[in-house]
């Protein structure tokens, strides 16, 4: 990739009220923005031809992962999923020493 650079007069660069430094980011994020535009363009054309599946997938699954919200109220008391040898996902549950220690009432909460 060849970069060009280009030469402004300062006066004209004083006069448009931008400095050198401030023109020249402006070219080379403009350069930058033509280099990427289409790998853009190819992954909006991706995104588009996968809306349908992902439409269907929200429409079969939504009811179960709501079903599924309800069951498993607070996602902090389960270690993250693990996959068995044989494809079954679980999520083992904490144990009262692994669970974060709850506030007091009046109690501040770091997050």
Avoid: C, W
Wanted: no cysteine.
């Amino acid at each position: 990739m060849i970069f060009g650079l280009a030469f402004v007069p300062a006066a004209d660069a004083e006069e448009s009220g931008s400095s050198l430094m401030e023109r020249g980011a402006k070219l080379f994020f403009e350069g930058i923005l033509k280099e990427v535009e289409p790998a853009v363009k190819d992954l909006q054309g991706l995104l588009e031809d996968m809306e349908p599946a992902l439409q269907d997938f929200v429409q079969q699954m939504g009811p179960a992962l709501a079903d599924l919200m309800d069951e498993i109220e607070d996602f902090s008391a389960y270690h993250p999923p693990e996959i068995l040898p044989n494809g079954d996902i679980i999520m083992r549950k904490k144990t009262p020493d692994e669970l974060p220690p709850t506030p007091e009432d009046g109690e501040a909460v770091d997050l």
